[in-house]
């Protein structure tokens, strides 16, 4: 088969909340791509759970983890690109970063527990930016919660209509196995988790066929009335739908048992969109264009301290990408050559001569590059949707050791263009607030800035809601809301005015007192 070069390439996200199946999802995708041979390769690269207050195990796994950052590999003529996501309780603004450098999603629901709290949130950002989702059920050999009630769930708590293109044949201990409404095929489900290609797949076009109770007995009458109900229910599906991030898909199977994920994958391929225009400050960039164009969206800081070298993750998002071509940064007006970017493949890094959009190529970097830098043949322009979102935990930054306040300064500054947490200046007092998504990310600050830089700092707590980004066209209510909050203001990096809401209420009351500001959770909008 030969597709054009962007029109094979899909590039996404497997997300969940810790625990739902994601690592096992990843891996057995990866045998089914041929990029890994063994179950566990990736597996035994996942922070463990038992870690979520050691950090120092998540420096350990910093390291190896880079090298699962992108993993690509080819399927039926498709060039995949998964790009991971940190999967540990206290995920980081990273993750988030990384959704905005996929073009589609896949969420992963544990069907004992349902919709979770960081796929809620991970689905906001999906939902943000009308990433197309596909849902995966995991766990069907497992008892769980009956299908209707567990995809009414999904849609009112990640606000998404869904359309289920499989359908389980009883769950648990009694799990028959799926059907494949989307290619008319029953798979027999047999639980001896093995690692291959299942082989147990019959072909039923029409389910009302005496052939199908051969296998789904007792539940033939059941699963019968249950498709009935599912195609009066739901709508035909529809591929736009999906596309335009109104419709998910949903797929029951268990990675585990390596169940559901073939087909998954198969159906993947072919209705995940390929890399989508991007948008500029200029203009919108088509995948198409012959001139090469990236945007930074994830930076990776060395482990040695001695060395601080880092990668920084390029997506490319149109044109194709040369090694030792130069290419202009565009915020530092530099033009940079890249002798050794490299590739992912699951256990293994290597140097790419080229690579075309929806790839992501590892440039390294001696501290040139920032989350959102652009990178082009020579235009002048700046990727938009590479926005910051509002951390969910502050704490106050103090030096700790007088003789490095400059080292202090150097250490947050750099790790905050990495990505590992935001750093806003108080208007009223000029103190610096750092803010995360997860407690932990504290703890890393603190050790890398003491280990990478020679700095001490310490924290003090501050308690606030959200920071919230504001528009408005009304100057002068903006100009009474600065005087009335003037204690609750702050810059954030960029120099942008943000508002430190304390509680949920204190916005709630900015909203209705101040009807012409906007209030944004994210820094663009
Ligand atoms: P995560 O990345 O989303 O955090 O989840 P992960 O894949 O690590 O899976 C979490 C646990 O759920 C693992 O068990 C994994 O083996 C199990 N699991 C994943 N898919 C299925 C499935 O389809 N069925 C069943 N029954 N279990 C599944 P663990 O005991 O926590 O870890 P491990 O000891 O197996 O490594």
């Not at 045998?31 to 420096?59: Q, R, Y």
């Amino acid at each position: 088969m030969s597709l054009d070069e962007v029109k094979r390439r899909r590039t996404f996200a497997i997300v969940s909340h810790p625990d739902a199946g994601k690592t096992t999802l990843t891996e057995k995708l990866l045998l089914f791509g041929g990029a890994i041979h063994v179950a566990g390769a990736v597996k035994s690269n996942k922070i463990k759970k038992t870690a979520t207050s050691d950090f120092m195990e998540i420096e350990r796994q910093r390291g190896i983890s880079v090298s699962t950052s992108v993993m690509e590999f080819e399927h039926n003529g498709y060039k995949v690109n998964i790009l991971d996501t940190p999967g540990h309780q206290d995920f980081a603004e990273d993750t988030y970063r990384t959704l905005t450098a996929v073009d589609s999603v896949i969420i992963v629901i544990d069907h004992a527990k349902g919709v979770e709290t960081q796929t809620r949130k991970l689905m906001e950002v999906c939902r943000m930016r009308k990433t197309p989702v596909i849902v995966f059920v995991n766990k069907l050999d497992r008892p769980g919660n009956d299908p209707f009630e567990l995809l009414d769930e999904i849609e009112k708590e990640l606000k998404i209509k869904v359309r289920p293109l499989s359908w389980p044949i009883s769950q648990g201990p009694t799990f028959k196995g799926v059907y494949n409404l989307f290619e008319q095929k029953l798979f027999l489900f047999s639980g001896d988790d093995k690692q291959t290609v299942s082989d147990d797949i019959i072909e039923i076009k029409d389910i009302h066929s005496p052939e199908l109770d051969k296998y789904t007995k007792p539940y033939t009458q059941k699963f019968l009335e249950e498709i009935e109900l599912v195609n009066e229910v739901y709508p035909e599906f529809d591929i736009n739908t999906y596309l335009s991030g109104e419709v998910a898909p949903v797929f029951f199977g268990s990675a585990l048992n390596n169940f559901g994920v073939k087909e998954l994958l198969d159906c993947f391929v072919q209705i995940a969109p390929y890399p989508r225009p991007t948008v500029t400050d200029v203009r919108t960039i088509s995948p198409f264009e012959d001139k090469m164009t990236g945007f930074v969206f994830k930076i990776f800081a060395n482990m040695d301290p001695n060395h601080r070298n880092r990668i920084a993750f390029l997506k490319i998002c149109s044109g194709k990408f040369e090694r030792n071509k130069p290419y202009l940064h565009v915020g530092l007006n530099k033009t940079f050559r890249f002798s050794s970017p490299n590739a992912f493949l699951a256990d293994k890094k290597s140097i790419v001569e080229f690579a075309y959009p929806g790839d992501i190529v590892g440039l390294p970097d001696s501290g040139n590059f920032k989350i959102g830098d652009t990178l082009t043949e020579g235009e002048i322009l700046n990727f938009k949707g590479i926005p910051s979102f509002s951390p969910e935990l502050f704490r106050y930054v103090e030096n700790a050791d007088p003789l490095k306040f400059k080292q202090l300064a150097k250490g947050i500054d750099q790790l905050t263009d990495e990505g590992v947490a935001q750093l806003f200046t108080q208007k009223s007092n000029g103190r610096k607030i750092i803010g995360t998504v997860g407690a932990l990310q504290f703890d890393v600050i603190q050790y890398r800035l003491e280990h990478e830089y020679g700095a001490k700092c310490r924290y003090e707590n501050f308690s606030l809601h959200k920071a919230c980004w504001m528009e408005t066209t009304n100057k002068s209510q903006l100009d009474d809301f600065r005087i009335r909050k003037y204690n609750n203001l702050a810059l954030d990096k960029q120099g942008r005015e943000v508002f430190l809401a304390d509680s949920p209420y204190s916005l709630q009351m900015a909203i209705e007192k101040f009807p012409d500001i906007k209030f944004h959770f994210t820094s663009e909008f």
